[in-house]
């Protein structure tokens, strides 16, 4: 393994723009890397129904035994102001200007990238699938139309979770996203405001009966954008509030959601405005079984990587809970990529080294038991 051609594949992976429905180029880039690798890629048929600029990416290597284990990546990244420039400083990637470094998901990808360029001279121990996914950062769409039963692991592994190497999520939650849409009636607001029905008035009042923030230990509740009103001298005529409620227990997030639809109908009426909701579930809650094989192979193989597990819950939501709907055993393990969706976002260029050993100990791990 050539670390250099790791850190050269990670920094050009985060300078190419690749926001979620604007894959292509980056999409396109990996094909060409991996078929000049020798090797087969192939692109689903996904692209519009996660509206996407490209479909998810399937590259099979096969290995020395009969095993197979699956590794996921996404391509996308949130949104950033200008293109990104990547440094390397005291060892650690970061942004050299205002944006994103993208490293979440970059540095997956490149991890993955290195593996299949190892393969070139040294076969993998179990035959790698290694899935590059579209539209993850909104709503988790590319996996959400991934054909599960296509692939030929039983199990597999997702690295993309913000937190030191050795954590195994083992609980992720259902996240249901509300939009409130109020409407007033606009007048004037220096001439006849006894004549108009404040939208914005009606959302703050809204917002002041919610319970907001973390509401316990599984749960939380937040509103994240307010938006309305055309100028100071009009009563706004219309608002809308973007809220979301998580949690690892279905059904304290309805009541969580049902908390905030009630806030918002409440507030209309209370301010004579009309509102209209929409909610949407973006993602749903899993929790990995005590005994599953996917989690026994992740523990030994960090073991052996010099790393103590650690099984922790999260509040975030990754392509595993999409794959884990579609039943198939998905494990989100921690890359140690910090700050992620802010111009502070890091890796430490160790940290990169460390994932594509773990990923040589997983394959291992899932070999062995096959032989075993």
């Not at 990104?84 to 994103?100: C, M, N, P, Q």
């Amino acid at each position: 393994m050539g670390s250099e051609r790791l850190f050269d594949t990670f920094t050009r992976l985060c300078e190419i723009p690749s926001e979620t429905g604007r894959e292509r180029e980056v999409a396109d880039w990996i094909t060409a890397q991996l078929r000049g690798f020798g090797l087969e890629v192939s692109e689903d048929d996904s692209a519009k129904r996660a509206d996407a600029a490209s479909g998810n990416l399937i590259c099979r290597i096969p290995g020395r035994s009969d095993a197979w284990v699956s590794f996921f990546a996404h391509m996308d990244t949130v949104p950033h102001p200008a293109p990104i420039e990547v440094v390397l400083a005291d060892g650690v990637f970061r942004s050299a200007g205002d944006t994103i470094l993208g490293a979440d998901n970059k540095a997956a990808v490149a991890v993955l990238m290195e593996l299949a360029a190892d393969a070139r001279s040294r076969q993998p121990s179990a035959g790698l699938e290694l899935v590059f996914t579209v539209a993850e950062e909104e709503g988790l769409r590319g996996a959400r139309e991934l054909d599960v039963s296509a692939l030929r692991a039983p199990f597999g592994y997702v690295f993309d979770h913000a937190t030191p190497i050795g954590e195994i999520i083992t609980a992720a939650p259902t996240y249901n996203r509300v939009i409130a849409d109020f409407e007033g009636i606009e007048a004037h607001s220096g001439i006849r405001p006894e004549d108009g029905r404040n939208a914005i008035e009606a959302a703050a009042a809204a917002i002041g009966r919610m319970e907001l923030g973390r509401l316990d230990s599984e749960t939380t509740a937040n509103v994240g954008v307010i938006e309305g009103g055309t100028a100071s001298n009009v009563v706004a005529g219309r608002c809308r509030l973007v809220c979301e409620a998580r949690s690892l227990d279905e059904e304290k997030v309805a009541r969580a959601t049902s908390a905030i639809i009630d806030a918002c109908t409440w507030a209309a009426t209370e301010r004579g405005c009309d509102v209209d909701i929409d909610v949407t579930e973006l993602f749903r809650h899993y929790r990995i079984a005590p005994g599953a094989e996917s989690l026994r192979v992740a523990r030994e193989a960090l073991e052996a990587c010099g790393h103590a597990p650690r099984e922790v819950a999260t509040g975030g939501g990754s392509d595993a809970n999409a794959l884990q709907l579609q039943g198939y055993e998905a494990l989100l393990l921690a890359n140690g990529t910090e700050a992620n969706h802010t111009p502070s976002e890091s890796v430490a260029a160790a940290r990169l080294v460390e994932m594509v050993a773990i990923c040589d100990a997983l394959a291992a791990g899932v070999a062995a038991a096959a032989t075993g």
